[in-house]
C-alpha cells in the first residue's frame, strides 16, 4: 500500500525534505512505519513524545493504515 508522509519541524530536518511518498506492506502498522521511518532518516525522538494523524485526524498509534492514507508525526514545538 501506498501512503504520503508529512514531516514537520525536526522530523523534516532530520528527512531532509517535508514529504514523501512511501510504499509499505499491507497490514503495516503505524508503530512500524515510525520505527521503519527512525531507521530510515534517523529520527531521534522516540514516539511516545509524537502526535500522529491520519488523513487530518488525530489517532492513537493503534488505528490502522489504508491505502493512500496521508500520514502525519507530529513533534513537540516550542514556541515563544
Same mark, same amino acid.
Given at each position: 500500500?501506498?501512503?504520503?508522509?508529512?514531516?514537520?519541524?525536526?522530523?523534516?530536518?532530520?528527512?531532509?525534505?517535508?514529504?514523501?511518498?512511501?510504499?509499505? !506492506?499491507?497490514?503495516?502498522?503505524?508503530?512500524?512505519?515510525?520505527?521503519?521511518?527512525?531507521?530510515?532518516?534517523?529520527?531521534?525522538?522516540?514516539?511516545?513524545?509524537?502526535?500522529?494523524?491520519?488523513?487530518?485526524?488525530?489517532?492513537?498509534?493503534?488505528? !490502522?493504515?489504508?491505502?493512500?492514507?496521508?500520514?502525519?508525526?507530529? !513533534? !513537540?514545538?516550542?514556541?515563544?
Amino acid at each position: 500500500m501506498n501512503l504520503t508522509l508529512h514531516y514537520f519541524a525536526s522530523l523534516r530536518d532530520q528527512a531532509g525534505c517535508a514529504s514523501e511518498t512511501l510504499a509499505v !506492506p499491507a497490514g503495516a502498522s503505524l508503530v512500524w512505519l515510525y520505527d521503519e521511518l527512525q531507521r530510515r532518516h534517523g529520527f531521534a525522538l522516540p514516539r511516545e513524545r509524537l502526535r500522529v494523524a491520519i488523513d487530518d485526524a488525530f489517532v492513537d498509534w493503534g488505528c !490502522p493504515l489504508h491505502d493512500g492514507a496521508a500520514v502525519v508525526f507530529v !513533534p !513537540p514545538v516550542s514556541g515563544g
